[in-house]
């Protein structure tokens, strides 16, 4: 899965100070350009994102190179700088924007008519006689489970040889049922991981950020750098056992982590929003089973199991061997060795741990809302005010009451108004004339008469008072009652 990798060119060796003055400007031509968009000289040649310098400021870097121009027929010779004649270059680069694209060669790539500098340059691994032996024993300590911990090591290595694509998010839980468990080694990962894929693409991000809790959450450009962000501790907060924000979390993670590489807006404090795509995967820790709501039909996250707090010693041991630049050489080629014929980046791994995390992330609202829908069926016609008055029986009552606002937004979300032919409206006692919904994605024929909706409607009312859903039969025969015919009866298309 390992693709060619991009082209990087190197650095042009700078003159000294005895070099002649074109030498110089050349110099300037062919490691600066000018980004018109933010106002500023770019170093081309500097792998990161902080490579803009204002005009002032890079005169003043070169202010030395300079000569005076000797042929004058009238008056002073006039100095020249190097700056200037790099200004005046016709030659010199018109640069679109600034961005990391570690699938493009460095430091420039274009796409159409516009030159981009990127800020990615593979950090290159070249020393010999290495080890990973206690790589691998570190590894096993901090993810006891075998089958996690290989695709851990699948996960990485595709990382690795394709830093451009960031696959699903992986959330490591340090938890035991005595409580948290502290001190398992993720923190000498994050030190490993950042000498192996480059400190400057490495970024630690406190989860208040990565959460959008934070009043700095507003700047994301932080993403935009970066090839794998490693999410501190996402702890419980006074709000945490409330759905609405538990649920408003992951709705903001969903906006942050995909599995693809997708184009997104970023903004920068001080710079104007930008558009690039994101490549950064997500590394989460955590000391809680119940770090982030996640939903049954998630596909963003793989959740692993951490083992028992690590030994001084393996911790020691830990800290010499990656301070050895070979055994860092040594991980990445063991990484770049390994088959991943069979690994699938966009598919999370089914775990004990995230089968725990769902069930823990069930609010009341899911449990009802999921009784509710089996009750009416999938291809159940009601009105809105029928399902939001049914969730807030299962609730209790009294708390569906208090989050009244609440699930009638969330039951607008579950639910489109039925096809049909004509404008259909069915009244219900204390409801008034209400319009007839479905869920979404159900599938049954279309609505073609306000009486058929009517006893649909009727039947899913009965339905909710006695909480029985019946069998199938049942709803093909009311459906035939209420003058539909069959659910497969070719004259009667279906809802999609």
């Known amino acids: 899965m390992d693709a060619k990798r991009p082209g990087t060119r190197p650095m042009p060796a700078k003159p000294d100070e005895t070099a002649i003055f074109a030498e110089k400007a050349f110099w300037l031509l062919k490691t600066h350009g000018w980004d018109m968009r933010a106002n500023s000289v770019v170093m081309l040649y500097e792998p990161s994102a902080n490579c803009l310098v204002g005009f002032e400021a890079f005169k003043m870097e070169y202010m030395a190179w300079s000569e005076e121009e000797k042929h004058k027929e009238k008056g002073k010779p006039v100095r020249v700088f190097a700056t200037t004649a790099w200004a005046m270059n016709a030659v010199r680069l018109s640069i679109a924007g600034v961005r990391m694209r570690p699938d493009k060669g460095f430091p420039l790539y274009s796409e159409g008519d516009e030159i981009f500098k990127n800020t990615y340059r593979r950090p290159q691994h070249t020393e010999a006689a290495g080890c990973v032996q206690l790589w691998l024993d570190f590894m096993t300590h901090l993810i006891p489970d075998q089958t996690e911990r290989e695709w851990f090591y699948d996960w990485l290595a595709h990382k690795y040889l394709n830093p451009h694509i960031p696959g699903v998010a992986v959330v490591m839980v340090a938890a035991g049922v005595e409580g948290p468990i502290y001190g398992t080694g993720r923190g000498k990962l994050r030190e490993i991981l950042s000498r192996l894929m480059g400190p400057r693409y490495v970024k630690p991000l406190d989860f208040d950020l990565f959460a959008g809790k934070s009043g700095q959450a507003v700047f994301t450009d932080w993403g935009a750098y970066a090839t794998l962000v490693v999410v501190s501790e996402s702890k419980d907060t006074v709000d945490s056992g409330r759905w609405s924000s538990q649920r408003a979390v992951y709705e903001r993670l969903k906006e942050i982590v995909d599995p693809r590489p997708v184009m997104r807006t970023f903004t920068s404090k001080g710079r104007p929003a930008f558009e690039a795509i994101s490549s950064a995967s997500y590394l989460v820790f955590s000391n809680n089973f119940d770090p982030l709501q996640i939903p049954e039909n998630d596909r963003r996250v793989t959740a692993i199991a951490n083992g028992a707090q690590m030994a001084p010693e393996m911790a020691q041991a830990l800290d010499e061997w990656m301070e050895v630049p070979a055994n860092i050489a040594e991980l990445g080629r063991w990484l770049e060795s390994s088959d991943l014929t069979a690994f699938n980046p966009y598919t999370p791994l089914k775990t004990l741990t995230k089968a725990r995390m769902q069930a823990m992330s069930r609010s009341e609202f899911d449990d009802a809302i999921a009784d509710v829908r089996r009750i009416v069926g999938a291809a159940g016609l009601f009105t809105r005010p029928q399902i939001a008055a049914a969730v ?39 409801q008034g004339r209400q319009r007839v919904y479905c869920w979404i994605g159900a599938t049954g024929p279309r609505l073609r008469s306000k009486e058929v909706a009517a006893e649909m409607v009727k039947a899913t009312e009965r339905r909710l008072k006695t909480g029985d859903p019946g069998s199938a039969e049942d709803m093909a025969a009311e459906m035939r009652r209420a003058g539909f015919g069959t659910v497969d009866d070719d004259e009667s298309p279906s809802f999609k």
């Not at 208090?402 to 639910?415: E, F, K």
């Open 392 to 430: 807030a029986a299962h609730m209790g009552g009294g708390e569906g009451a208090n989050l009244g606002g609440m699930i009638r937004s969330q039951v607008r979300r579950a639910t489109t108004e039925a096809p049909s032919d004509i404008d259909i409206r069915v009244e219900l006692p204390g």
